[in-house]
């Protein structure tokens, strides 16, 4: 059943019991929302906004990015029914097996669930995300070089694919323009959640369980006010709530001419082994195709600088066995604590604090990129298999341009998850810590965030919250 609380009569659920309630109704909140309903158990989905966007719904979203140049919080993530999936460009990729064995970075690196525990998932999630479950090229190109696959979703857009299944669910109610807006109970248990509408309509829900679905900035946001408003009442007052909040660098690094095997797979990345000997993180670099006529111009250029290696490539440029590809990277941030979602001093229409987001490049963020660039070019002219030309900042080791990709949109940490409420906010079935009954779903549990794309794994973790809810 879908209910607007701006415009329809909620008093039928003034005295109903649910056994859970979910926050946010992105592409974690209805993954949860659809396993638990067949179950048999009654939940209320409570999202901000309506059926499609509108100003006020967004409006909340806006805030402040102090340090290193990022997107603006409201054009990065869609505050309506579907979240931020009804813009995704559907890059899918699950966690590397490395990703589990980064201790040796220190125990603040390390998930407290093992790749088995998350991947037992990965076929249900690629199901879901309409993708296929294989992302092996099988054996390493060398001991340092990897290919890699990004399985591309149609995309999916969460809203559209399951609204019909959740509207004639008998077990969910999706309550549309219901904004999260209090708590109550008592002994680190929560008894019901107010909703608020752009009316001024007020929904009360009690429920056995809570979750937070609300995307990888508001689910810190929300902690954040509640910690304030309430202390350690309902969770943990002492977890670092807000801290290691991680995004993807994504910058182009130069243009490469290359040979069509190497042209053709577009991902390569250093293998486990080799990050681990480096100490460093991932990075996934990317081929994409120049435009035509750009490869002639390219070879030409390497002509006068190298007559002989020009002479090859023209040859090959002529049988069309190379090609001119932007040389591109996006890789994985460290945890760091500072880098932060705080409350700000500006308040939304609710009354509630808007976020400040303090997000920097540190130093093993540049390490990892310029190690693993300087590896995978290694192999390149070692293997004779073209040349890249990287751009002056990297080269020189210059500040990032600012007028570049910058990042992936990819918002990650803030609540993450840890075996100890020292290093994170929830445990390993994502159940905040110092709380009875408070749950968060997404990619704020991300312990470390990995180089690849958020969602596979925000819809993998949902499945397995969703297991451990129904056990
Ligand atoms: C342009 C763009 C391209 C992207 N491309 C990719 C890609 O190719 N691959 C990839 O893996 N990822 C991609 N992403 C990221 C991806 O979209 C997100 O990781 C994913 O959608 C997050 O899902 P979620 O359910 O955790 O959060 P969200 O989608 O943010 O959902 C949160 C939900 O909570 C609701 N909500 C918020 N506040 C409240 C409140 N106070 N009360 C009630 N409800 C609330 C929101 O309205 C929203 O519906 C992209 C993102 C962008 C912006």
Not at 60 to 76: A, H, W
Not at 360 to 380: G, I, M, Q, Y
């Amino acid at each position: 059943m879908i209910l607007d609380l701006d415009t329809n009569n909620t008093d039928d659920f003034k005295n109903s019991v649910f056994d859970f309630c979910i926050v946010g109704a992105g592409a974690a909140g209805i993954t949860l929302a659809l396993q638990l309903q067949k179950a048999g158990f009654k939940i209320a989905l409570c999202e901000a906004g309506g059926i499609d966007y509108s100003i006020p719904s967004q409006d909340p979203y806006k805030g402040n990015v102090i340090g290193d140049p990022y997107f603006t919080l409201e054009g990065s993530r869609l505050r309506y029914f579907g979240g931020s999936t009804n813009h995704w460009a559907g890059w899918c990729r699950p966690f590397s097996s490395v990703d589990f064995s980064r201790g040796y970075l220190g125990e603040e690196y390390q998930w407290p669930i093992t790749e088995k525990e998350l991947n037992s998932h990965l076929d249900e999630a690629s199901e879901i995300l309409e993708i296929a479950n294989d992302f092996e090229y099988g054996s390493h190109l060398t001991d340092q070089i990897k290919k890699i696959k990004i399985q591309f979703s149609p995309p999916v857009r969460f809203s559209k694919k399951f609204k019909s299944a959740i509207d004639n669910s008998k077990n969910i109610v999706l309550f549309l323009n219901s904004n999260l807006f209090d708590l109550a109970g008592d002994a680190n248990r929560i008894s019901s959640a107010t909703f608020k509408s752009y009316t001024g309509n007020i929904l009360n829900i009690t429920a056995g369980k809570f979750i937070l679905a609300m995307g990888g900035i508001e689910n810190s946001r929300f902690l954040l006010w509640f910690r304030e408003k309430y202390g350690d009442k309902f969770f943990s007052a002492s977890t670092p709530v807000g801290n290691y909040w991680m995004e993807h660098p994504h910058f182009t690094l130069g243009q490469a001419i290359v040979e069509y095997p190497i042209g053709n797979t577009r991902f390569y990345s250093l293998t486990g082994k080799a990050q681990i000997q480096k100490g460093i993180l991932g990075c996934s670099f990317r081929f994409d195709l120049q435009p035509e006529g750009s490869t002639e111009a390219m070879v030409r250029e390497v002509s006068c600088l190298a007559p002989k290696l020009g002479k090859k490539l023209s040859d090959l440029a002529e049988k069309n066995l190379i090609c001119g590809v932007r040389f591109r990277a996006s890789w994985e941030q460290a945890p760091t604590y500072s880098n932060q979602i705080k409350l700000s001093d500006s308040l939304d229409a609710f009354g509630i604090p808007r976020v400040n987001l303090y997000w920097k490049k540190e130093p093993l963020d540049r390490l990892t990129l310029t190690e693993s660039v300087n590896a995978f070019s290694r192999w390149v002219t070692q293997e004779n298999l073209g040349r890249i030309r990287l751009k002056s900042w990297i080269v020189n080791d210059l500040d990032y341009p600012a007028n570049d990709e910058l990042a992936g949109n990819h918002h990650m940490g803030g609540t993450r998850m840890a075996s100890t409420p020292k290093f994170g906010v929830v445990d390993k079935n994502c159940k905040v810590f110092g709380s009875q009954n408070l749950y968060i779903a997404g990619s704020s549990v991300f312990t470390t965030s990995g180089s690849n794309n958020p969602t596979l794994p925000i819809v993998q973790l949902s499945l397995r919250l969703a297991q451990h809810l129904m056990a």
